[in-house]
């Protein structure tokens, strides 16, 4: 079975950090663009940024600018979003996506979906 796996997640103090990892199951990322969404509890999911398959484009959520950082290591065929200066608001299950026609803003879109990783950002 396709798939993506997210690992990483945890408990966090505010201001803290934390990276996530997602690898793939069945398959190579290279050919795949990979989405990061999160989903809060009683709020829809949201898109919190978005690497293409070469790595060099990347775009953001307004609130995660300046924050986050998405990464690719194809050669380890893993994408990983550094999370720094957590906010209690980031607190959400994270997901990893794959799409193999580039970065969207359509959930549809994506071929491949990871089970979601929880963090928690608390004092």
């Known amino acids: 079975q396709l798939t993506v796996v997210e690992s990483g997640g945890g408990l966090v103090q505010p201001g803290g950090s934390l990276t996530l990892s997602c690898a793939p199951s069945?398959?190579?990322?290279?050919?795949?663009?990979i989405g990061w969404f999160r989903q809060a509890p009683g709020k829809d999911r949201e898109g919190v940024s978005c690497?293409?398959?070469?790595?060099?484009?990347?775009n953001y959520l307004d609130s995660a600018k300046g924050r986050f950082s998405v990464s690719r290591d194809n050669d380890k065929n893993a994408v990983y979003l550094l999370m720094n200066n957590l906010k209690p608001e980031d607190t959400a299950v994270y997901y990893c996506?794959?799409?193999?026609?580039?970065?969207?803003?359509?959930?549809?879109?994506?071929?491949?979906w990871g089970q979601g990783t929880q963090v928690t950002v608390s004092s």
């Open positions: 069945g398959f190579f990322l290279d050919y795949y663009a």
């Open positions: 996506a794959a799409d193999h026609r580039g970065c969207s803003e359509y959930e549809y879109e994506y071929d491949y």
């Open positions: 690497i293409n398959t070469s790595g060099e484009s990347t």
